[in-house]
């Protein structure tokens, strides 16, 4: 058996059973508009193409096994593939959005996610640009996968692919199903201790 099919079946097999799961993913619940990343607003002048208006849907893509394994592949591939680097070690400035070729940091990982899931057929609508705090306090993105089985949460930080509602991430904002270039706060009330930067 080779290595691609074993990771595939592998994939296959983790395939989350919502349906039995006691804490089974559930549609992150988003608020009213807010503001744009200034990076991705910078990074929407620069690359238009990618930032088009999105046709909401009014229900999320189903999340079949073959959705499931691209989202693995997709998630896995790029986490290998790019180096962590700060926009300052790279570009010499504190914030710059972008799609990475060897190096980058967390908003570069997400573009480059959400680009490969749309090339393979993912609605833009479904594949959402998210804001975090990590528990240290730190600002963090990562990408939002949209499904009928819930909201699920690809980063570069944790090779797992979990429900948003599984993370330890107190959820900010993401981009608005309708309108890639328009932001959503989420309500996010879990119970879940954040504390400054450098604890």
Known sequence: MTQKIRSGLLAILALPMLTTSSNAASSMPSGLR???????????????????????????????????AAMQDVNNSINTMIEPVTDMDLWGVEERWSFPVNRGDCEDYVLLKQKQLQERGVPASDLLITVVRQKNGAGHAVLTVRTDRGDFVLDNLEPKILAWNETEYKFLKRQSEKNATQWVSVDDNRQVIVGSVGQ
């Open 34 to 68: 807010t503001s744009q990343p200034i990076g991705h607003y910078q990074f929407c002048q620069d690359n238009p193409s990618s930032c088009r208006a999105k046709t909401g849907k009014p229900a999320a893509v189903q999340l079949t096994r073959a959705l499931w």
